[in-house]
């Protein structure tokens, strides 16, 4: 009897052991849960302050760009609130279970994946804008040159030789005086400069980098068969201001004009260069019309400062600003606003984009060596440059070639506006930067901007371009030598005057 009770309470021992044992690791498992519970809501509510972070950079990045309406602005605003506290609540509560903590993380990577990947966007926009949309002082870089063959290898070995020159600003003279001493004397023709370089009359020549490229286009193989010693820069002065802030034209009003210049030079955006295209767009935000009006290069007009007549192109070397007046008389408007590129703009643009196609009207072959088909073209950086350039080509020189322009701007624009753009939109705005110069204000696009995305009626887009004959004639820029130029149609600038006043609604 006595035994059995001793198994008994064995057992009993056994079990009560058992029991304890049972008890103790529920207690240690429900604590060791709690604790894991504790620690996974902490990592959801972590994550939920790198969510809201995330979109406070977010929004902030989209209001200093500064190109949303007003109504879309407060939209936005309130749309982000309520979606930011309700993805913030869903992710950082503790709920029954944890099934929607997962579904508001997956939408929290998700939104913050494209936050991070719009805000690289949007930054790369206010820094573009930031860097663009202020006006650069203009330069012009003067050279000492001599014949290649010529013992001469530095400016000192010029000393006291005579330099000839036609038409150099009185800084530029002062400069070389420090530098070495040498007599200057003045001609009436630059290409005559020129030639007597290469013929042995003349040792050393003074001349701007414009007129460097003139002489490299009217006297054969120039450029191949000088050597230049020195470079000295000149800052252009504005006198007055392109932008005629009393008129009603200008984008606050919906009804401006733009000159579009391209300059034939690479390098830096400063450097002031003969203008190879001369387009004027008016724009009409009211009507959604624009006009492109194009101006030979080579258009014999009188230079509004200089009271002289010269070649369009010529005009650029004086500075923007006497471009863009020249123009306002030959057409008689008021060009608020103008925008310029160089050479390194169009090849770099054209290359980030992929390259472009471009219709040809004509089968042809640049003096450059590029071919190009009648019809369409697929074409690089480079070869968008030369089919712009090329007029030797065709019968009617300077007037194709300006038609050849639009042709790649409206290849441009089409490229541009294509779905491959998005992936391509920050490098495309890192190529601009530095090839593009203008007077437009950042207030003032994202003005634009603005009324375009609170109205997203289609734009109609129209073209002109101006017309005229052949001729020689002296310019004020080459003096007395003969030079090709064309002489404007009348009925094609009263046409051309008519287009744009109606566009504009006078």
Partial sequence: ????????????????????????????????????????????????V??????????????????????????FTIAEIIFTLAMTIGLAKKHKSYALNIICLIIVVIMSSLYIYANNYANATTDFLGNVFTETEETEDYYLVVRKDSSYNNIEDI??????????????????????????????????????????KLDVILVSSSQYS????????????????????????????TKTEDTKYNIDSGIFNVYISGIDTSGRISNVSRSD??????????????????????????????????????SGIYGINETVTTVEDLLDIDINYYIRVNFTTVIKLVDTL????????????????YHFNRGNNHINGEQALAFSRERYAFSSGDNQRVKNQQHVIEAIIKKALSGSILTKYTSILKTLEGSFQTNIE????????????????????????????????????????????????????????DQIADVMGE
């Fill in 354 to 369: 992929g390259g472009i196609d471009v219709n040809s009207d004509y089968s042809f072959t640049t003096t450059t060596g």
């Fill in 214 to 241: 003139m002489l490299s286009e009217e006297i054969e193989k120039f450029a191949n068969n000088t050597k230049i010693l020195y470079t000295a820069t000149h800052k252009i002065q504005k006198e007055v201001s």
């Fill in 277 to 314: 295209a001369n387009i004027v767009a008016t724009i009409n935000t009211k009507t959604h019309e624009v006009l492109l009006t194009s101006i030979p290069r080579d258009y014999y007009v009188t230079l509004h400062s200089k009271k002289a007549k010269d070649k369009l192109t010529h």
């Fill in 442 to 497: 950042q207030a003032e696009i994202s003005s634009l901007v603005k009324g375009q995305l609170e109205d997203m009626t289609s734009w109609t887009i129209k073209t002109n371009a101006l017309t005229g004959s052949n001729a020689s004639r002296s310019t004020y820029s080459a003096g007395s030598q003969l030079l090709y130029v064309m002489i404007p149609d009348s009925t094609s600038v009263q046409s051309a005057k």
């Fill in 159 to 200: 000393k006291g030789k005579d330099v000839y020159f036609y038409q150099v600003e009185d800084d530029v003279k002062k400069d070389v005086g420090t530098k070495v001493t040498v007599t200057l004397k003045s001609k009436d023709n630059l290409v005559e400069i020129g030639k007597n370089l290469l013929n042995n």
């Fill in 1 to 48: 009897m006595s035994g059995r009770h001793s198994n008994d309470y064995g057992r009993e021992y056994e079990i009560n052991k058992n029991q304890n044992v049972s008890n103790s690791s529920k207690k240690k498992t429900t604590k060791n849960k709690k604790k894991n519970s504790t620690k996974l809501g902490l990592v959801f509510k972590i994550l939920a």
């Fill in 50 to 75: 790198i969510y809201v972070v995330i979109t406070i950079s977010f929004y902030i990045s989209i209001l200093r760009m500064n190109l949303l309406p007003t109504t879309y602005t407060v939209a």
